[in-house]
């Protein structure tokens, strides 16, 4: 422990007019070093010089208590009067009609908890932010809601490229961070967080769900091609979907790679290009107002007659624009898997959900529901392994690795590297609607099982894709 004293001064002024002079005592960690200049007062810089003696002795003994003193993170948290939850996804512009599910479904979630006493009597209030806008704004947004708003908790981002850079400044800045829906595989492959959880399985779990699925429904496919967003997420998803195809099926063909400036609305030229590739399967991840104006363009030039298009996350409104026959949705059809007549919680979070904004939840609605119900039982089994004390932020984290938790999707598991996993489903749009609920039906439904469509913690995507059978 060093302290610092500064410059100790004593005026001694000598007898028959002598000038003054300045004894200067300079202290320095526990160690004091005197140096007098004066010929004079000596009695007085004796008793000058005991003083001084007795601050020593505190100055060691406040050190000594210091280094004894446990560091502010072994003390006791302190129970909140509420906690505050930041949840940031697109409240303006295209990117909405994707995530106003996500949006609702949190509001509804904070009420609910808290009519039920919130979390171990802290009720949740939520802060509702705009995604939209650019990278670098989102970090800096960040570090305004943890320093300025003091926000205990931060839930959303889409887009992959706020994810990557987000990360880091959770961690920087010490702060709870769960990504509900971003589904870049990179995130925790290329290094592994502290604060940072993903509720949701990465794009490797829809992409090779869609594999194994095109290839159930076309055994003898010959020709695959893809349309994507240019950015991580769409180049990443096409590359496991291609990779894993073409694993399983060897012969099959790549016949074109499609790149679209991310939430473009004009498809013209591309929806001409594949006309004339005639690929067996096209695959894309384009979502939002993006896949809205693809469907529409595709639809009416009769794309869709002459190749199966493989939407990786669809909304409910485009399965309905969709003619028969597509394949949609690998990112999770939860309104009809788990079947809600037979699974309770998926029914009362859909009833309740459709009760309060008039429509069902789309896919993300249920991803919000797991990061919300995740981030309960992560707080609840701290309280429960420290005796009933509320957690800090280090405990609430170390409650949430390895945590097997039940949401309206039914079981997620967090694995210590902070990425969650779960099955992955699949089916073929009908143009009909469920008598009950008035969801869009899927048929030739299948569900993945968990391990058979996400590849284990301590192994990498693309090296596991490629470690597999010729025939899966």
């Not at 039920?116 to 932010?129: E, H, S, Y």
């Not at 920087?172 to 509900?180: E, S």
């Not at 079947?339 to 309740?352: H, L, M, V």
């Amino acid at each position: 422990m060093e302290i610092h004293s500064g410059l100790l001064h004593r005026i001694c002024a000598e007898d028959k007019g002598e000038k003054k002079e300045i004894i200067h005592f300079i202290s320095r960690g526990c160690k004091m070093k005197e140096r007098i200049i004066s010929r004079g007062c000596k009695m007085k810089e004796r008793r000058y010089l005991l003083k001084l003696a007795v601050v020593q002795i505190l100055f060691m003994s406040l050190a000594v208590g210091l280094m004894v003193m446990p560091s502010s993170s072994a003390l006791a948290a302190a129970k909140p009067a509420e906690l505050k939850i930041a949840v940031v996804q697109s409240l303006s512009g295209p990117g909405v009609p994707h995530d106003i599910s996500a949006v609702n479904a949190a509001k509804l979630l904070i009420e609910q908890f808290n009519a039920a006493g919130g979390i171990d009597g802290v009720k949740l209030k939520g802060i509702f932010v705009d995604a939209t806008g650019s990278t670098t704004d989102k970090v800096v947004e960040f570090q305004r809601l943890v320093q300025d708003e003091k926000v205990d908790v931060v839930i959303g981002y889409t887009s992959s490229s706020q994810c990557l850079a987000i990360a880091p400044a959770a961690d920087r800045l010490k702060t709870l961070t769960i990504f509900q829906v971003c589904a870049n595989y990179r995130l925790f492959e290329q290094r592994n967080y502290e604060y940072v959880f993903r509720t949701s399985a990465d794009s490797v779990s829809e992409n090779v769900a869609a594999a194994l699925y095109v290839l159930e429904i076309k055994p003898d496919l010959k020709t695959i091609a893809g349309m994507n967003y240019d950015y991580a997420y769409g180049r990443d998803s096409w590359d496991m979907f291609k990779k894993a195809v073409l694993k399983l099926k060897p012969d099959v063909k790549v016949v074109g790679e499609l790149w679209t400036k991310f939430l473009a609305t004009e498809y013209s030229a591309e929806v001409s290009k594949l006309l004339a590739l005639k690929p067996d399967v096209i695959h894309t991840v384009n979502w939002g107002t993006g896949l809205t104006s693809f469907i529409k363009v595709a639809s009416m030039r009769g794309l869709f007659k002459q190749s199966l298009l493989v939407a990786t996350t669809g909304l409910l409104h485009q399965a309905e624009m969709l003619p028969k026959g597509v394949a949609f949705s690998g990112r999770g059809y939860h309104l009809q898997f788990p079947d809600p007549d037979k699974f309770e919680p998926n029914r009362k979070f859909i009833e309740s959900y459709k009760g309060k904004f008039g429509v069902n939840p789309d896919y993300q609605g249920h991803f919000m529901a797991q990061a919300m119900y995740g981030l309960k039982a992560g707080i609840e089994k701290a309280i429960k392994t420290k005796g009933g004390k509320w957690p800090s932020t280090e405990e609430i984290v170390l409650a949430m690795e390895n945590l097997r938790y039940e949401t309206p999707r039914g079981e997620v598991f967090i694995q210590k590297n902070h990425q969650a996993v779960h099955e992955s489903m699949w089916g073929l749009t009908t143009g009909k609607l469920h008598p009950k609920y008035g969801y869009p039906l899927l048929d030739h439904f299948r569900v993945y099982p968990t391990v058979q469509v996400n590849n284990p913690p301590e192994t990498k995507a693309v090296e596991w894709i490629e470690s597999w059978p010729k025939k899966k």
